[in-house]
T-cell receptor
Framework: IAGITQAPTSQILAAGRRMTLRCTQD?????MYWYRQDLGLGLRLIHY???????GKGEVPDGYSVSRANTDDFPLTLASAVPSQTSVYFC????????????FGPGTRLTVL | GQNIDQPTEMTATEGAIVQINCTYQ??????LFWYQQHAGEAPTFLSYNVLDGLEEKGRFSSFLSRSKGYSYLLLKELQMKDSASYLC??????????WGAGTKLIIKP
């Protein structure tokens, strides 16, 4: 692994289903983030984690949950997917919250029908 | 309120220079980023300005004026591979980033 990986690459999901998007980094970064990107809008922060064991809410957290059991992994769960959650989801990481640069994973394209 | 504004789309010619502007309003300013994003790919870091002035990195330069809430990204000697979206993001005092919608740059031969 080099950098950040996300899985799956894309997914079509029926409304009401539960879905977990996976994110793993091998850079030993303390901070990790989940964003969604929608056409015509900027990236919007869903949840973030400053360090293993801690998480925080971003701009659009409703309908999503995260956990940070260790440094490397930061899964995002949609408990009961709705069509408005159709989006491209990017995981990112940085040395710390105050760090200059966030590094992004390749993204997961999610369609909720 | 928190807001980042940048043009939706720009067109330029291969070999030319283009300037992409960004204006911002944030509740507490902690620096401004520029990222490049090719279609279907992840954003990649270009520059970070926290102090006023111009920072140059090869063909790309970024400028910041904190008093005017204004930044620009300058791309010189444009190449076809520079066709991409350019994202401006302001860092808040709580270290979260507020992102603009991006400027799609189209390079014509």
């Amino acid at each position: 692994i080099a950098g950040i990986t996300q899985a799956p690459t894309s997914q079509i999901l029926a409304a009401g289903r539960r879905m977990t998007l996976r994110c793993t980094q091998d850079m030993r970064h303390n901070a990790m983030y989940w964003y969604r990107q929608d056409l015509g809008l900027g990236l919007r922060l869903i949840h973030y984690s400053n360090t293993a064991g801690t998480t925080g809410k971003g701009e659009v957290p409703d309908g999503y949950s995260v956990s940070r059991a260790n440094t490397d992994d930061f899964p995002l769960t949609l408990a009961s997917a709705v069509p408005s959650q159709t989006s491209v989801y990017f995981c990112a990481s940085s040395l710390g919250l105050e760090a200059d640069t966030q590094y992004f994973g390749p993204g997961t394209r999610l369609t909720v029908l | 309120g928190q807001n980042i504004d940048q043009p939706t789309e720009m067109t330029a010619t291969e070999g030319a220079i283009v300037q992409i502007n960004c204006t911002y309003q944030t509740s507490g300013f902690n620096g401004l980023f520029w990222y490049q994003q090719h279609a279907g790919e992840a954003p990649t870091f270009l520059s970070y300005n926290v102090l006023d002035g111009l920072e140059e990195k090869g063909r790309f330069s970024s400028f910041l004026s904190r008093s005017k809430g204004y930044s620009y990204l300058l791309l010189k000697e444009l190449q076809m591979k520079d066709s991409a979206s350019y994202l401006c993001a302001g860092k808040e005092s709580n270290y979260q980033l507020i992102w603009g919608a991006g400027t799609k740059l189209i390079i014509k031969p």
